[in-house]
């Protein structure tokens, strides 16, 4: 296990066919997801658009729209940049190939099971931890195959030192193991239902310990993986501060564990945990922005092709998103400010622009980047992804503001007070009322941004249906 | 990317990720800490929530409504958790106690109110309000959002499955006797027939096994039991977790 520079090793040949079916899956759920988020932000601006049916309240689908961005969207191009990249990074094959395939095809199963039981109102109710407790199971055991495959392929490395990404990888593989099977401890009642061993106040804590780190180990730690490879790799520049990396990721993730409980603000969760919880949230600006300026600061020298190159494009929106939104989570964790923010559509827009402006750009930077590399073709369409890019950045901006402009809104309009000291707004009816345009114009912002997701599919699909018109590239060396 | 020179922690971190072992048990700790630190206390009675008396199960009915309120997702749009603050005391009541979550098994708190907090509805609006509002949420409050329910005034629950719910929520820490599961259809039948009984007062015509019932039974107990135990006197800390503004 010498350190070996330079290019991958002539005996090893990588396993980049389940690399392919997993950003193909990736596309697939993207129109999915977001076309049922779409559809439930239209559901709040319109009500008919419920349909009338059970399957297709705002209730139900709700869930259904959160499960298929974050695990399906989100995770699978999580593990197609891990696939591609740890490979390379570790000059070596994965472990072993009917893991790989066992973990694709199972990761798949446990989104069908979802889209089918989520809208059936088959639910545990916690939030992004709906899935009952059969596909609980299934995923324990889908994430140990992955486990060891990832573990397997480190073990098996023809390069001795990890690379920050591979220690972000890897942070995500333990963290998620630990939050979802502490989380999902209940006791079934029948096939379909079961109770969580926790009760009240410590069910929420549990609850929202998970729910965060979900947020920090599932939609931040891979990516921030996949940023650390793929934005050197792309823009052709060598990572800003090594020194910057190895701060970035310890205090990240020892800090991001913490900040659960600004979920519980104000509730009567003990003082102390909800002031733990603001306290390390704050803190979190610290190692995420160091992360942010890590990856802008790599661009140096770049810059310059940000003007015609659309791949950089996105990847410099996803980085900025990044930095925007974990300032504002922050800001939000502070009591006085969430005493405003909570309940409302203010969170729902930090959520989308952490979501639709980093997960998403940086997902579509390499989807574009990877697709020509994989199948060995220019795309179908090369000019597409520019007008992709600004309809998804006008999209996103339209999102957040209507969000903002909703949710402060409707936070002080239930706190407001008349002259006499009551309540001015005593008919919550009136306030809902109030935000249909800002539901309007989120409506149009989705629709935006789910369109250039159509024409990210159509344009990856033709490009691997269609002839393989240029000659293949040399193959791509080592990181 | 990497430093010329390296020394210190550097060195020792550049160690560090040869030894992918190491690398993991540590990540695996720097990962641990802060939710034991956070989580373990609050299952112990000195520094976990304050227990309030007069706080009692739901009842069988109770449960399946429970259960159809999950299944609907009522709780993505309504929240269960009153803040202290004048505001929202004023709009609805008292602020919530720990303690009158502790048969949630799940907590139902939410974290968006599209609709009003439905901590205490219990007893705000009589049976047959509830009825219309979930068969047309507009007959009761113009302007809503909320999209009609009518499959809960057609759907029956299954009574055969809720001695399986008690069975396994007995097993989670919730106190029901043998006796309570044993007769739980009986108790169950008793109650709905009560919601149904004041719903042809109103002259609504409705059958006892239907789900609608199961879901007003449970949120006509929404908040009782705590709002009694603080008009009771509540002897517990006050202003845990949160302070009256």
């Known amino acids: 296990m010498q350190y070996t520079a330079g290019s991958r090793p002539a005996e090893v040949r990588y396993d980049d066919t389940i690399v392919k079916y997993f950003l193909l899956a990736t596309v697939i759920w993207a129109v999915v ?49 891990i696939y591609y990249s740890m490979q390379r990074l570790l000059k070596t094959r994965m472990w072993n190939d009917t893991l790989s395939r066992l973990h694709f095809w199972g990761w798949q199963l446990v989104i069908v099971c979802a889209a089918l039981t989520l809208p ?82 410590t069910d929420a804590l549990v609850q929202w310990w998970y729910g965060h780190n979900a947020v920090g180990f599932f939609l931040t730690t891979p990516f921030l993986g996949m940023m650390y490879y793929f934005l050197p790799r792309i823009s052709e520049r060598p990572v800003y501060s090594y020194r910057l990396s190895i701060i970035h990721f ?38 995420s922005w160091g992360g942010m300026l890590n990856g802008l600061l790599t661009l140096r020298g770049a810059w310059d092709r940000v003007r015609t190159d659309p791949i950089l494009k996105f990847l410099v929106v996803a980085v900025s998103f990044y930095g925007m939104s974990t300032f504002e989570g922050p800001m939000m964790s502070i009591r006085a400010v969430n005493s405003l923010s909570h309940y409302t559509n203010w969170t729902i827009g930090h959520v989308h622009s952490g979501t639709l402006g980093w997960n998403g750009m940086i997902t579509f930077a390499i989807t574009y980047w990877l697709v020509p ?22 999209g996103i901006v339209l999102y957040t503001v209507s969000m903002w402009a909703a949710g402060l809104t409707e936070g002080l309009q239930w706190r407001a007070f008349d002259a006499a000291g009551q309540l001015k707004y005593p008919n919550f009816v009136d306030i809902v009322h109030q935000l249909q345009p800002f539901y309007l114009l989120r409506v149009l912002g989705g629709l935006l941004y789910f369109t250039g997701v159509v024409m990210m599919a159509v344009n990856v699909f033709r490009t691997v249906a269609g002839p393989a018109t240029a000659p293949a590239p040399a193959p791509a060396g080592a990181r | 990317m990497s430093d010329t020179t390296e020394h210190g922690y550097v060195a ?13 048990v540590l990540t695996t700790v720097a990962i641990l800490i802060g939710g034991i630190v956070e989580i373990v206390p609050l299952f112990s009675a000195r520094t976990g929530p304050e227990l309030l008396p007069g706080v009692h199960p739901y009842s069988a009915l109770e449960v399946a409504g429970r259960d159809i309120y999950i299944r609907e997702g009522c709780y993505t749009c309504h929240s ?58 507009r007959s ?17 629950y299954d009574p055969a499955d809720i001695q399986a719910s008690l069975r396994a929520l007995k097993r989670v820490g919730v106190p029901y006797t043998d006796s309570v599961i044993a007769g739980a259809r009986a108790d169950m039948r008793t109650q709905a027939q009560g919601i149904v009984d004041r719903l042809k007062q109103a002259g609504i015509d409705a059958t006892a096994d239907r789900e609608v019932v199961a879901l007003i039974a449970y949120l006509q107990r929404l908040g009782k039991d705590g709002r009694a135990a603080i008009a009771a006197g509540e002897t517990t800390r006050t202003g845990a977790g949160g302070r009256t503004q």
């Open chain 2, 80 to 137: 269960q958790m009153i803040r202290p603050m004048r505001a929202e005391v004023l709009r609805y009541g008292e602020w919530s106690r720990a303690g009158e979550y502790v048969f949630d098994h799940p907590f139902l708190l939410g974290s968006r109110r599209m609709g009003p907090d439905l901590q205490r509805v219990g007893g705000k609006y009589p049976d047959a309000w509830h009825y219309e509002h979930l068969r047309d949420p």
């Open chain 1, 33 to 81: 997801g977001m076309l049922v988020g779409v559809w439930i932000a239209l559901e709040i601006a319109y009500w008919p658009a419920n349909l009338g049916l059970p399957w297709t309240t705002f209730g139900r689908l709700r869930p259904l729209h959160t499960n298929a961005v974050i695990f399906a969207f989100g995770g699978n191009i999580c593990f197609t940049g």
């Open chain 1, 250 to 287: 310890w205090a990240l993730i020892f800090l991001y564990i913490w900040a659960g409980p600004h979920h519980l603000l104000y509730s009567a969760l003990p003082e102390w945990a909800q002031t733990l919880g603001m306290t390390f949230s704050i803190m979190l600006i610290a190692p």
């Open chain 2, 140 to 156: 009761t409050s113009p302007g809503s959002v909320m999209p009609p329910y009518t499959w809960l005034l057609r759907q029956s």
């Open chain 1, 373 to 394: 590399k994989l199948w060995n073709r220019p795309l179908s369409h090369p000019t597409w992804p520019t007008t992709h890019f600004w309809l998804a950045t006008i």
């Open chain 2, 12 to 24: 020792a971190h550049r160690t560090l990720e040869g030894k992918s072992a190491i690398f993991a």
């Open chain 1, 120 to 201: 059936l109102g088959l639910t545990q109710s916690k939030e992004y931890a709906e899935l009952i407790w059969p596909i609980d199971v299934l995923i324990t055991l889908v994430w140990v195959v992955f486990g060891i495959n990832f573990f397997g392929t480190i073990a098996v490395r023809k390069v001795q030192h990890l690379y920050v990404a591979i220690w972000f990888y890897m942070s995500f593989v333990i963290t998620i193991a630990v939050l979802h099977i502490v989380n999902s401890l209940a006791v079934p009642a029948t096939f379909v239902r079961s109770y969580p061993i926790y009760a009240g106040l």
